[in-house]
């Protein structure tokens, strides 16, 4: 019994030592940290694998005993990976191309009528310029006579006087002799031709020549038709008599009864009010209906009725006939607060007919930024606005041409605004001008001065589309108390009937308007959405999915971190540490015992046995005298 009571309480210290063991070990394992990771990248594939949402990964982990079934899925999984992330690439690549979306709007609303210049072709003489108007136009007939023998019926008689007096003086004559208009070899821009003009006159162009301020450097301006070229080397010399007085600009001589017989808005008749007035060095008197100076007009119905009805006076008295080859008006139509380019956006209404003009309005809204390269204001163009009107591409290029004049050439060119500090080209101060402005405007219309560059289109523009329809004015059976009212009304001294009048009517064709939008063609939201679909067709996963991918990266990324600060941490550990062949590792125990500074730490680990009673230990007592007694 002793014996077996003593094995009993043996066990029972062992149980008991045995739970006191394992009650460490379940509360380390109980016990994790904040931040684990991985302690293999094998360990940490497998748990991905194992624990994605993203379809086929679990077929990497799962079919690892056959090595085929492996091989195929991962061929196929990184496969799919690749095709996914090559659409990507192709959705941003459309992203940040910033397409556009066009939207058309039809709007229908009371409309505002835009401004209407009407000019009168015919480009009087200033008072002030009419003895040089007067002496070119004579210089000018002597080189018609001398080179087509063409007579224009000039006074010859006060011609002769007046020429020797000017050649004399070498005011004007001088200068035009300087840039004489002659004919010179198709093939061959040397072979000029002498004082008899050839036979031949097929194989010959006519221009006028221009030379550098050394003359070491000269061109011929030439033109394959021969009224061109005399239109334009008239025009040059009719600028430069012009330039010398720039007051002619603000001289107004012009008489709108005598031109504008008739003018109805609205059926409701026109007064100075609705109109300013300019002059035109080529086109004449011009006037500008219905302006930002005046009430704009509001036309509450479209037709023919409800619009701009003229009625003006086309016959041509006092003209140039050498810078105008043309008879009737020039008619434009524009938005106010715009220049009125004759040039560019007019047509010319013909005599003794009634051009009736339909219009059409639209609007384009484009998108700015990195959506296109519109401007809102002009404000960020560099080029400096001449015009004191708002930005259009065209005021911004015939700047951009004006400024680079003032700066290559020295002077301003008459037909565009005068900068501020230049003044207009005249040979007479600038010898050679012409032969800059020439070559200037060669490298201008080949874009070498970057205008059409620097210029961009506004943002906002509004564009009226026109569409023109013409019928005789006045008819047969109407034309006779037509003109006599008109000479009864107006005064109009009829002389040529047909060609003396025209009807011009301008109205909106119909109420609506069209409105061309830009929207962005790809959003944010939009490429979030085909990202989200491309993902979940290549792997069938979700933003989710995503994430864990995210993590996976991020996991690989630590461990990596990990075993290379492990590496170089064992690397640059010093060789002394390292136990000698043979011998004992001692570290352990040098580092315990060297140091007295620093403290021991013994870990005890107690063993409670509870002891037997008191009786039982007499019993074991006297058990063991008579063991030894029997020894």
């Known amino acids: 019994m002793p014996q077996e009571e003593s094995m009993r309480q043996r066990k029972q210290g062992a149980q008991h030592q045995q739970k006191h063991e394992e009650v460490p070990e379940k509360a380390e394992e109980k016990h994790e940290g904040l931040i684990e990771f991985h302690n293999s990248y094998r360990e940490l594939f497998q748990f991905f694998c194992s624990n994605t949402t993203i379809h086929g990964a679990i077929r990497l982990v799962c079919s690892k005993k056959n090595k085929m079934k492996t091989a195929f899925w991962s061929v196929l999984f990184f496969l799919t990976f690749g095709l996914m992330y090559w659409q990507f690439g192709i959705l941003y690549r459309e992203y940040f191309s910033f397409p556009v979306s066009l939207n058309l709007n039809l709007n229908s609303d009371r409309l505002t009528f835009p401004a209407v210049t009407l000019c009168t072709l015919n480009p009087y003489r200033y008072s002030a310029v009419q003895k040089e108007l007067d002496e070119l136009d004579r210089i000018t007939h002597q080189t018609l006579m001398d080179m087509y023998n063409y007579n224009m019926s000039v006074a010859q008689s006060d ?23 002659r004919r010179h070899k198709r093939d061959n821009p040397a072979i000029v031709e002498e004082n008899n003009p050839p036979v031949d006159k097929s194989d010959w162009k006519i221009g006028f020549l221009l030379c550098n301020e050394k003359s070491d450097d000269c061109f011929h301006q030439t033109y394959s038709s021969g009224v061109d070229a005399v239109r334009e080397w008239y025009s040059f010399h009719y600028i430069n008599i012009l330039a010398r007085m720039p007051s002619t600009k603000d001289v107004d001589e012009s008489n709108f009864e005598s031109f504008i017989y008739a003018c109805r808005f609205n059926d409701v008749t026109c007064d100075k009010a609705n109109y300013t007035h300019f002059h035109h060095p080529i086109y004449g008197n011009c006037y500008t209906f219905n302006d930002d100076n005046s ?37 434009m139509v524009h938005n106010q607060n715009e220049p009125a380019f004759m040039d560019d956006g007019g047509f010319n209404v013909r005599p003794g007919i009634e051009t009736s003009i339909s219009m059409r309005k639209e609007m384009t809204l484009r998108l700015g930024g990195s959506y296109s390269d519109c401007t809102e204001d002009g404000k960020d163009v560099p080029v400096q606005n001449l015009y004191s009107s708002r930005y259009t591409e065209q005021v911004c290029i015939r700047s951009c041409f004006q400024l680079n004049m003032v700066k290559r050439c020295g002077c301003a060119y008459y037909f565009y605004p005068l900068p501020s500090g230049a003044e207009y080209c005249d040979y007479t101060k600038h010898i050679a001008w012409g032969y800059c402005y020439y070559k200037l405007q060669a490298e201008f219309k080949a874009d070498i001065l970057g205008c059409f560059r620097k210029c961009r289109k506004p943002c906002k523009m509004t564009e009226y589309h026109l569409s023109a329809g013409y019928s005789r004015w006045p008819s047969a059976l109407s ?18 009937k047909r060609n003396g009048v025209a009807k011009v009517n301008i109205f909106f064709e119909e109420w609506k308007y069209k409105t061309n939008g830009e929207s962005p063609a790809f959003t944010v939201v939009t490429l979030l959405s085909q990202l989200g679909n491309q993902w979940s067709l290549w792997f069938g996963s979700s933003v989710l999915s995503v994430a864990e991918l995210a993590e996976l990266i991020l996991d690989f990324v630590v461990i990596t971190c990990i075993l290379s600060f492990r590496w170089l941490r064992t690397w640059h550990e010093p060789a002394s540490t390292m136990p000698p062949p043979g011998g004992h590792d001692n570290t352990d125990f040098q580092s315990e015992v060297s140091g007295p500074s620093t403290p021991h730490r013994f870990t005890v680990e107690a063993v409670v046995t509870m002891l037997p009673p008191y009786n039982s230990l007499e019993r074991c007592e006297s058990s063991r005298d008579a063991e030894t007694g029997l020894e």
């Open 295 to 331: 009430s704009l007009w509001t036309s509450s119905l479209p037709g023919i009725n409800n619009g701009l009805s003229l009625v003006v006076r086309t016959e041509q008295n006092d003209f140039i006939p050498l810078l105008s080859t043309v008879t009737g008006a020039r008619v």
């Open 479 to 496: 034309e006779d108390w037509v003109f006599h009212m008109l000479s009864q009304q107006n005064k109009y001294n009829i002389t040529s």
């Open 159 to 181: 011609w002769a006087a007046q020429y020797t007096h000017k050649r004399s003086s070498r005011s004007l004559f001088h200068y035009v002799q300087r840039h004489p208009l």
